[in-house]
């Protein structure tokens, strides 16, 4: 585990899926992006980890979400876990933490794209969908 931040351990809903990470730092990403508003109902929350970092216990369902990343989830509960791209850092769902819950938000992403219903305040940085796609992998037309 890392050695600089603080391992949390979180579950699901009903505690089938057990999680012991060690954030990359105690913060919060939020995305607006089509296919996370899709998922989470509203904006996308999550803590990143590296994969090294993580242990999971329990039985996982997942899905491809896109051709590069997968979406995961317990099987009995439906609590979302991660979302992670192929080989990458674990994008996990900060209410699994009850230790999340002092994180602060440090950015969002598609940040014009936000519900209305969503507008986040306070001083953290907002990414554009045109700056995030200059240099991150996105499922094009996902966003139409």
Not at 99 to 127: K, T
Request: aromatic letters at 8%; charged letters at 20%.
């Amino acid at each position: 585990m890392n050695a600089q931040t603080a391992t949390i351990d979180g579950q699901c809903l009903c505690g089938g899926v057990r999680i012991d990470a060690a954030p990359r730092s105690a913060a919060v990403s939020a995305c607006h992006c089509a296919a996370c508003r899709r998922w989470t109902g509203a904006a996308m929350w999550v803590v990143t980890a590296a994969a090294e970092d993580v242990r999971v216990t329990g039985e996982v369902a997942a899905f491809r979400s896109s051709p590069f990343a997968e979406r995961a989830f317990c099987p009995v509960c439906g609590t979302h876990l991660w979302i992670r791209d192929d080989g990458g850092d674990y994008d996990l769902m900060p209410g699994l933490f009850d230790a999340a819950a002092g994180f602060a938000l440090d950015r969002e992403v598609y940040a014009e794209r936000a519900l209305a219903c969503v507008r986040l305040q306070g001083s953290h940085a907002r990414v554009s969908q045109a700056a995030y796609e200059a240099c991150h992998r996105f499922v094009e037309g996902a966003n139409e």
